[in-house]
């Protein structure tokens, strides 16, 4: 017992001290040359490992950008300073998966403590961005009676359209797509906001709102016994929160599913994430459901959906398909030595990494089986989406409608592409936020850049759906365009599933005047 007590005391102040030692890290500046090394290792890692890393920017023009970028920093900078630097370069390969980890300061847990009995600062509003304007759209607890419709100004004297400006150079998309900035620049405005500034208390916001300005002055507040009480209720994992895969920071499910119709023949399923958890029951009892309804139309809801699991939309798939299916295209890298360097004992504690050491080998046997060398001499990565599927035998047969926006990424984007290739749906929205020929991610491999310490995570893996390109550098196109404007969110309206629901009904119609 003594033993093992001496060991968590270990533990925990290598922790603390690791803990301290990135914070004082963070704070520092690095001189010039040393980050010209950082841009420079930064660049031969992206072309050692990255395999498609001139889709959307010619080689030359790349090395011209990297090559440009160390002649403007000529003083020392710290790492945040310098991730501002280096990330609008990164940006510019337009893959919406590649991104530096920005810097920011870690937090003991004590400290995690204190902040977890604290309400967020920006946290508690839903946000909404339109070229260089910021709204809040909702205000669960009313804070400070400010109305959702209600434009942020500045924040503490600086515009926030200044901001706006500098984090939308940050975010890449797939290609020339254009939907995506602002879907993901609302989700991540205040993480970049905070990493730079540091967790504040309090912040003095200018705010606009029928034509009227005011000074709110936000606060972070202590959460009260009820809202601790209710928090702690979240996180017991009930039947029904598995199934749906509830999220407790956000009191929301990442899965729904109902009927819309008391006769039961339209079916909806809504899906925020392609977790995978518990997805393979949720599908298999939506499906049922479905079919014992005998339900004519099912729609699929995967707006702001960035994606996920590979294995879930071949499951989803799977119950769509009318007949054996492959959902990707073999998956190329850069190497056959690839798959391993993805950094397999990264955040391990003395604990953990014993146990992986372990099983090293085994991970080496199966990482080096998983890897063929296809016939035009590339190396590519066995997958079971990328291998024949079965559809299943409650799979659905009536019609489809899948509901996509700038929100929908990666995953999301790969069976929309894959579902409109097939012509399985009608994809009815905005064009969706990945790219329709594919992306670059799979399995990442984490760098470390030598001197500023900043986290650079590279795509392994070419992902793209087992479908014909169109080489447009877009995402997917829906076939009926109807975009969602800020009002209607803030008065509960929702054109895009009305317009399906109105197309439904005219069917119906159609149909009972036929008979």
Request: proline share 4%.
């Amino acid at each position: 017992m003594k033993n093992l007590l001496s060991i968590i005391s270990i533990l925990i102040v290598a922790s603390c001290t690791s803990i301290k030692r990135e914070n004082k890290n963070t704070q520092s500046t690095v001189t010039p040359d040393k980050l010209h090394q950082d841009v420079d290792f930064a660049y031969e890692k992206l072309q050692e490992l990255h395999p498609k890393l001139n889709w959307y920017i010619s080689k030359k023009e790349l090395d011209f950008k990297f090559d440009s970028l160390k002649k403007t920093i000529n003083r020392p900078l710290t790492p945040v300073q310098f991730y501002f630097k280096l990330q609008p370069v990164i940006a510019k390969i337009r893959e919406g998966h590649l991104a530096l980890k920005m810097p920011s300061k870690k937090f003991n847990k004590k400290e995690i403590e204190v902040l977890k009995n604290k309400k967020g600062l920006f946290g508690r509003f839903e946000y909404y961005i339109s070229d260089d304007h910021l709204y809040i759209i909702e205000n669960k607890d009313s804070v400070e009676n400010i109305k959702p419709g209600t434009e942020i100004l500045s924040i503490n004297k600086i515009p926030v359209s200044d901001y706006l400006k500098k984090y939308r150079n940050l975010i890449n998309s797939d290609g020339y797509n254009t939907t995506f900035q602002d879907y993901y620049l609302k989700d991540v405005f205040f993480n970049f906001y905070v990493a730079e500034k540091g967790i504040m208390d309090s912040a003095k916001v200018e705010t606009l709102y029928n034509h009227e300005r005011r000074i709110v002055n936000l606060k972070r507040e202590e959460k009260n016994k009820q809202e601790l009480e209710k928090e702690k209720a979240d996180e017991k994992r009930t039947d029904e929160k598995k199934l749906n895969d509830y999220v407790a920071s956000t009191s929301s499910y990442n899965r729904n599913f109902k009927f819309l119709d008391q006769e039961h023949t339209i079916a909806y399923m809504k899906i925020q994430s392609f977790s995978r958890s518990f997805s393979n029951r949720f599908y298999k009892e939506s499906f049922a459901k479905i079919k014992d309804a005998k339900s004519s139309y099912l729609i699929i809801d995967i707006r702001n959906n960035y994606g996920g699991s590979l294995y879930e939309i071949n499951q989803l798939y799977s119950y769509l398909a009318p007949e054996p299916f492959v959902l990707i295209k073999p998956s190329q890298l850069t190497s056959r030595a690839t798959p391993l360097k993805t950094n397999y004992f990264r955040k391990s504690n003395p604990l953990q990494y014993t146990l992986k050491g372990l099983l090293y080998p085994g991970y080496l046997f199966s990482q080096a089986f998983s890897v063929y060398k296809g016939k035009d001499g590339k190396a590519y990565y066995r997958m079971k989406e990328n291998k024949p599927t079965k559809p299943k035998k409650d799979a659905f047969k009536g019609k489809v409608y899948v509901l996509i926006n700038g929100g929908s990424f990666s995953a999301s984007s790969v069976i929309s592409a894959k579902l409109k290739s097939d012509k399985r749906v009608t994809l009815v929205g905005e064009e969706t936020g990945g790219a329709n020929d594919g992306t670059v991610a799979g399995f990442y491999s984490y760098q470390k850049l030598p001197n500023s310490q900043i986290d650079l995570p590279i795509g392994l893996l070419l992902i793209q759906p087992n479908i014909d390109f169109t080489n447009t550098q877009k995402g997917v196109l829906p076939d009926v365009k109807i975009e969602l404007s800020m009002q209607d969110i803030i008065s509960n309206r929702d054109p895009q599933l009305d317009w399906v629901k109105h197309q439904i009904a005219r069917e119906k119609n159609n149909l009972e005047i036929i008979d």
